[in-house]
């Protein structure tokens, strides 16, 4: 099952976890079945259809271009980090 | 190089540009000369912080030979919205206050009107009969000052962001940032050996020798003409867009060659401005910033204080480290701090980790990325930290880097594991290298080595590429050639499609004339617009097998490529003889590509600088300087070279003489490159270069960008020389000659 | 501060060129904004590059400290008069195979400056290399590459005219 990784700001919504097991072919649908048993963590990592716009998510180390419709693996890892550039 | 048997790539073929950059017919942004042009000047705010209570401009409206006057009160200020402007997210409010100030002056050198005139120095002139009444309030100017409850607020409406979110907390802290691995307490408990220190790092510039210039004209089709000097065609397009209120497609920009950019060139200050020009007087207007407003009005990068505290067993593995940062961004926030966090430990496999970074405004110009941003500061602080820990331990510095080096599979402080990098190789070419064992004789003289990491990113690039009849190829791409990427781009479809170089001809188009492509910047130009280039390559090479299919009367599955030849059982073309063929066999073949990959790997670099201070007048000489990075594939060695020599220079200047000086006022007292010092031919010895390949596996190529990683390790490796020289660190940035003397001094009392 | 022109008769790239130009301004100004000659760039219009520097009677000279005014009766040779016909000076192609040309803003002036220092001194040491163009800025290439275009130019010149 993938695990996902809660950033520390969204610790307080899920009693402190850092990982969660959690089903889901897309990280949209991640989102969704982690709200479901932690509610409020879509609200604050969604806006509308998208990401929120200072947040991209990883999958597997790579930080991906695509948020939400990014597929995941059986086995990934997903992180929420700020969005980066460079100079 | 590689050992891969490329035709192509790994070659050094003289560049596509070459001709027109040593005849002086390369046209950058102040070259532009339009029919009516006419020529802009910004008037800039005295005052570091000041509330703008009236600004009275007509007595320069009625100056002979003035065409325009514009204030902020010709900028939209529609609903407010966050926007993504490349270097990170922030109010389209704060995007264009910056280019012209309305209610504040929020930094000394922020714009506040801007004329145009018939000659630039009738513009400056009317500029100065703009009455301005300011009401001059107390700046802040220091940056753990400035995160004080009681500070002056420099942006009333701020509020500090945790991961994308406001909270409520009021003050000049932009953003929050925070890591966490493991569980610190415990692991600094496991240590034998602890070693915490505290790092300044003072405001830099990048230092490009050619001054922002934009060329306007409002057309009266509508639209927006831009001819400017930018790191980003159509990020200026979006910027401009959006800050003017106007649809996207109705700007169109023209990037021009640029001058040096290094991260600052991405934002756009004068565009906007040119533009609203433009429209009131009808005509092209073109604003050519002089180098005092370069340094005082752009986009320098954050001074900073980090505190970095490691532990570490008497075996050599690192047990834990807890990071503080606060970085200054100016007079808005950034996000740089947040690189930074993730940047610090990169070169480590560390089991806990702690790091807390903070984004702070203060009233100096907004700070814009610089060259790897954010790291370059971070690793000052760390790998001196690195280099102590390594001595109390009695371990060599890259043996006790290489017991700690991070790999595939480690854990990044944010969380990430890394895919393939080639943090090892590195370290291992640095330790391997005549230079770190050679002998260092005499008094005063020291050797040090110091690593660093830039994550490089990916984002989205387009490309086409048209066959012309003679077997040459057209590859149009909208990618800003700061430094050759036109050839490392077209050699990579050079050699899928088994040309010379010379035979693919680049054109970096405008807007309108190409796919949207991210920003150069970011260390991401070869590596994915070398990927769309590729991608359009194939394409080709697809589209061509299906005419040779139909001259021979076979299926195209039938049909081979290889070695610039098509093949069919025994028959053969080679591609200029079916690139004859186009136009009977269904006319001509066009192959695009459009890519938009997730970030690479990284690059990570090593320095080993020798030094020798003179203790009498505190001057640093670099004797001899060696810079180690990992290009992946390196697809032209000669510009790889060039990327690590020109970033080490920068990073020789920021460690040693280059600084913004402030006057109590914030004004910045040294605005000029006589006084604000940049390495010369006689700061810097000759930069010897290795490079090394880790392919990044994602790339068709395996190419890494190497833009940006090489300036990371020379000032912690000189700072570290230096203390093997004379037996004291420094810990603040530059380590000029009265720094380090005062350093010598409270050294012997 | 007048505004009335002076006329200004002068040699650029062996040419005899004519031009107006108020007293104010610099020859950097006139090169770039009244004759259409553009390699001359400016970088800090104070004498601290070298971007803007062209050759004045054999000397190197940066340009935005020389009047417009001043250029009456000398001979000019900017970046644009280098290269012969379709064929480019030594210098400039000894620039581009040692990939001495990142961004090529201050390559017009660094390309004078080495004529120069080659036309006087035709085996210079790096040292005398690296003081002899320490005025000229580059922030892109760290300079090594520079040095190393430098001594290819200096020794295909030392053989072309020997």
Redesign the interface.
Known sequence: MPVV?I????QGLTGGR?TLEVEGATVRELIENLDRAWPGLRE?LVEGDRL????RV?????????GLLERVGATS?V????????? | MSGKPYRVIGTRPVRHDGADKVTGRAQFGADVRLPGMAYGYVLRSPYAHARIRRIDTSRAESYPGVLAVVTAADLPSGPDRLVDLVEGTLPLSYARTNVLARDKALYKGHAVAAVAADNPHVAEEAAGLIEVEYEPLPPVLDVLEAMREDAPRVLEDLRMRQLGELTDKAGNIGEHFRHVLGDVEKGFAEAEVIVEREFRTVMVHQGYLEPQSATALWNQDGRVYLWTTTQGAFSAREATAWILDLPVSQVRVTPMEVGGAFGGKIRVYLEPLAALLSRKCGRPVQITMPRRDVFEATGPTPGTYIRVKMGARADGRITAAQVWMAYETGAFPSGQCGFGAICILAPYDIPNVLIDGYDVVVNKPSTAPYRAPGATQAAFAAESVVDELAERLGMDPIEFRLKNAAREGTRRADGLKYQRIGCVEVLEAMRDHPHYGAPLEGPNRGRGVAMGYWFNIGWYSSCVISVNPDGTVNLVEGSVDLSGTRTTIAMQAAEVLGLRPEQVHPIVADTDSIGPTAVTGGSRTTYATGWAAWEAAHDVIRQMKQRAALLWEVDPEAVSFDGGVFRSGDRSMTFAELAERLEETGGPVVGRGAVNPSSAGGSFAGAIVDVEVDPETGKVTVLRFTSVQDAGTAIHPTAVEGQMQGGSAQGIGWALHEEYSWSPEGAMLNSSLLDYREPTALDVPPIETVIVEVPEPQHPFGVRGVGEANIVPPPAAIANAIYRAIGVRLRLLPMKPSAVLEAIWSKEV | MTREKVRVQTTINEQPVEFLCEPRQSLLECLRGILGLTGAKEGCNDGNCGACAVIMDGRVVNSCLVLGVEAEGRRITTIEGLARGAELHPVQRAFLEQGAVQCGFCTPGLILATKVLLDRHPDPSEPQIRRWLANHLCRCTGYDKIVRAVRQAAAELREVRA
């Open positions: 990784f950033p520390p700001p969204l850092i604050r929120r716009p200072h947040i990883a999958v597997d180390g790579r930080i991906s271009t695509m890892e992180h929420f980090v700020a969005a980066v550039s460079g100079g």
